[in-house]
């Protein structure tokens, strides 16, 4: 199968080894290309996928270097254009530890990709050969203009009979172009002419409610324990808003601090009306204990790439073990630096498989 994702690639600034921006400006920091659909090509074409990459950036040399980058991890860019108008979108990291959060600013205003309007996509030649498309709600938080290629590609997607996969991906910081509407209310009512169209939604304990405004009331994500056995109800109640989603996945991360966290997943089946957990142990939901994050950004999306892998994949085709498979792959991204998964379908199946010791392959 081929997978296309379509969203804006950012140059990502990292004040190295958890130091706080005061530390390090002025003074060097670290470039790397990130952007949520960009990081699940590129995760999946690591996996062994066959992936493409639809966007658009400004004609210069930084964007040259950005597709080469990803041209680097064999993800197809015959659908990226270079367009003489807008910037390249940036984002500032400041990683977190212990009990001081990670903190991202932007710098998204006038990109290049947010200033695309649909009339100048060729959707139906950029999805030709694809069997599946991604996108995720940070593409639509952009811009009006976002908002309006990302209805039209998911309507193509869903027209030529696609699978189509929604990442929700709430982000507080975003959603600025609302004149008249809070953010969430932005974000709900645009959500609204996208959903129609999802077969399979992925979000998180808190992007339900803020996309969907589908709650679960007894949940507290900063408490370090979250009520798991609610999450089926929250998928039921996106099943009966929106009848064509027939699965949804939702990681369910435990924040004991920013460099320890419980990690798993609920994955649902509308159709059969079935439940998944994973990881289990004896048949009971047990989390991988991430005690030692490398870099937590960009673990959602790994997660992402690792469940369409799975549902994609003929041998792991059964909704257990897709989420088994999409869990182990997102819990070891934590272990590496940048937003990449660069971790290979075999090492994900030995954790899947138990093995988590950690042990010197020799």
Known sequence: MKIATFGEVMGRFEAENTMRFAQVMPGPMKLTFAGAESNVA???????????????????????????????????????????????GLFLLETGANQRASNVIYDRSWSTFSLTTPDE??????????????????TPSLSKACTDSTIAICKT??????????????????????????????????????MPYVDIVIGNEEDAS????IREKNNDVTSGSLNT??????????????????????????SVSATHNNWGAILYNCEEEKTYFAPEVNGAYTPYPIMNIIDRVGGGDSFSAGLIYALSDETLSNDKDAISFAVAASCLCHSVHGDINYTEKEEVLKLMDGNASGRVNR
């Not at 803020?210 to 405004?213: A, E, G, I």
Request: aromatic share 10%.
């Open 210 to 213: 803020d996309m969907l405004d």
């Open 157 to 194: 997607a869903h027209e030529m009979g696609l699978t189509v996969s929604f990442d929700l991906n709430y982000r507080g910081k975003l959603w600025n172009w609302g004149e008249k509407l809070t953010k969430r209310d932005l974000a709900r009512v645009t959500m609204k002419k996208i």
């Open 121 to 138: 996509y060729d959707f139906k030649k950029d999805l030709c050969g694809c069997d599946w498309l991604h996108v995720s709600g940070i």
């Open 229 to 254: 056995a609610s999450y089926a109800s929250v998928a039921k109640e996106v099943r009966r808003q929106y009848p064509s989603v027939k699965k949804v996945a939702f990681t369910l991360r435990e």
């Open 42 to 88: 590129g995760s999946l074409s690591y996996l062994g996928r066959s992936a493409k990459y639809i966007t658009t950036l400004p004609n210069n040399p930084i964007s040259t270097s950005c597709i080469r980058f990803l041209k680097s991890l064999d993800v197809d860019c015959s659908s990226i254009q270079l367009l003489d108008k807008g910037r390249f």
